[in-house]
Antibody
Framework: EVQLVESGGGLVQPGGSLRLSCAASGFTFSDHYMDWVRQAPGKGLEWVGRTRSKAKRYTTEYAASVKGRFIISRDDSKNSLYLQMNSLKTEDTAVYYC??????????WGQGTLVTVSS | QSVLTQPPSASGTPGQRVTISCSGSSSNIKRNTVNWYQQLPGTAPKLLIYSNDQRPSGVPDRLSGSKSGTSASLAISGLQSEDEADYYCAAWDDRLNGWVFGGGTKLTVL
């Protein structure tokens, strides 16, 4: 059974940093692209970014809204995905989901972790 | 403002058929396949339809997807109370180099 468990969310002040983690199990993590998607309170889904698999040289893509502030990384030896969030803004407040991807769709999603950026 | 356009709401009575539309452009829906997600209140999104019209195992065949040009649609027939949820369309956008989503459609079963 595929499981994705996010952690690391919490309250942070504007300008601060936070690192989210996503622990994966039940599938061959190293073969899959991994994406982060967020959802602000009461709003729709917004893609944050992705890291491709080793076969695609772990290349990354980011949404314009987070490019230069967020960094996605992965550790295939630990079946883990990370999202380093720097220079956080109040508009980054959201539930952050990690999701697996074969490249053409996001198939499994974690339960999400809430990040609140507020003073 | 979402890149893909969906109606904010839809409704139907039990047993009815409802359709949710999703409009995009040449850089996303026209060039790439469309996926649909269902989000029940307080839960994570769940893949409902992938590659325009394919259902993952466990998704009932009363749900179907289609795509034509720069638009796509999700149809739910034999509407049930448990279908009450938010529905999102998504496609890869070659110009933005990322996933784009519709704003979501809240389906109410009357």
């Amino acid at each position: 059974e595929v499981q994705l468990v996010e952690s690391g969310g919490g309250l942070v002040q504007p300008g601060g940093s936070l690192r989210l983690s996503c622990a994966a199990s039940g599938f061959t993590f190293s073969d899959h692209y991994m994406d982060w998607v967020r959802q602000a309170p009461g709003k729709g889904l917004e893609w944050v970014g992705r890291t491709r698999s080793k076969a695609k040289r772990y290349t990354t893509e980011y949404a314009a809204s987070v490019k230069g502030r967020f960094i996605i990384s992965r550790d295939d030896s630990k079946n883990s995905l990370y999202l380093q969030m720097n220079s956080l803004k109040t508009e980054d407040t959201a539930v952050y989901y990690c999701a697996t991807s074969d490249g053409s769709f996001l198939d499994y999603w974690g339960q999400g972790t809430l990040v609140t950026v507020s003073s | 403002q979402s890149v893909l356009t969906q109606p904010p709401s839809a409704s139907g009575t039990p047993g009815q058929r409802v359709t949710i539309s999703c409009s995009g452009s040449s850089s996303n829906i026209k060039r790439n396949t469309v996926n649909w997600y269902q989000q029940l209140p307080g839960t994570a999104p769940k893949l409902l339809i992938y590659s325009n019209d394919q259902r993952p195992s466990g998704v009932p065949d009363r749900l179907s997807g289609s795509k034509s040009g720069t638009s796509a649609s999700l149809a739910i027939s034999g509407l049930q109370s448990e279908d009450e949820a938010d529905y999102y369309c998504a496609a890869w956008d070659d110009r933005l180099n990322g996933w784009v989503f519709g704003g979501g459609t809240k389906l109410t079963v009357l």
